[in-house]
């Protein structure tokens, strides 16, 4: 059984819903984050070394980080879905995507959180952090012109996995300008499994 140590506002919904449009049994193991500073309760660490979610756990393995999750999940239980077949250039493409979520798009937005934490002294770097934040948002807007999802026509993991990238963004108010990401971030949230995993991960404010 796999086992998603969830964190509440985070990555690890992604992850709930990922195993429920696999139609997959899991367990949620919940770590409430602290409700005044908003970090990650300690209970993390026990599971993994770095305090992170999502983690998983499925049998004697524990998983961290969420493109590696996702990967695992499709590969040993996916039974050929949700991933381009592995020798076609849209297999490659498709794992492009899933490193770039959170090796690429994910710094300038974190980067911008923290910024607007220290107040002035963030002034210097602004300029560049949206710039950045300008850059790959518009990157995947135009990679979705004409495109239902990221493959094309076919929902993958890789939709799962840049989804928190279009959802962070909207909660910041950076998305409004990408006709194509906003409409494919509201697709995604209209998902029958995108529902339940809302449903039973608790409440998301990133859902907007």
């Known amino acids: 059984m796999i086992i998603v140590h969830h964190l509440n506002d985070s990555r690890s919904q992604r992850i709930l819903w990922l ?14 984050r602290d409700p005044k500073t908003r970090f990650a309760p300690d209970s993390l660490k026990a599971v993994h070394a770095l305090g992170k979610a999502p983690t998983i756990t499925d049998g004697g393995l524990t998983i961290a980080e969420s493109g590696a999750i996702i990967d695992y999940i ?7 879905r949700l991933q381009p077949a592995a020798n ?16 690429s798009a994910m710094f300038p937005l974190l980067m911008k959180m923290y910024m607007g934490r220290i107040g002035a002294a963030a002034e210097v770097i602004a300029p560049r952090v949206d710039g950045e934040i300008a850059r790959h948002l518009g990157y995947i807007n135009r990679s979705l012109a004409g495109r239902t999802w990221l493959m094309g026509d076919t929902f993958t993991g890789a939709d799962v ?6 959802e962070y963004a909207g909660a910041q108010g950076l998305r409004a300008p990408y006709e194509n990401l906003e409409a494919w971030v509201k697709r995604c949230q209209a998902r029958p499994a995108y529902l339940k995993a809302v449903d039973k991960g608790g409440p998301y404010r990133f859902a907007v």
Do not use: N
């Open 161 to 166: 996995q840049l989804s928190f990238i279009g």
């Open 19 to 32: 195993l429920e449009e696999l139609g997959l049994p899991y367990e949620i193991h919940h770590h409430p």
């Open 74 to 80: 499709i590969r040993r239980h996916g039974s050929g």
């Open 88 to 103: 076609t250039a849209d297999y490659d493409k498709y794992q492009e995507w899933l490193h770039y979520a959170e090796g």
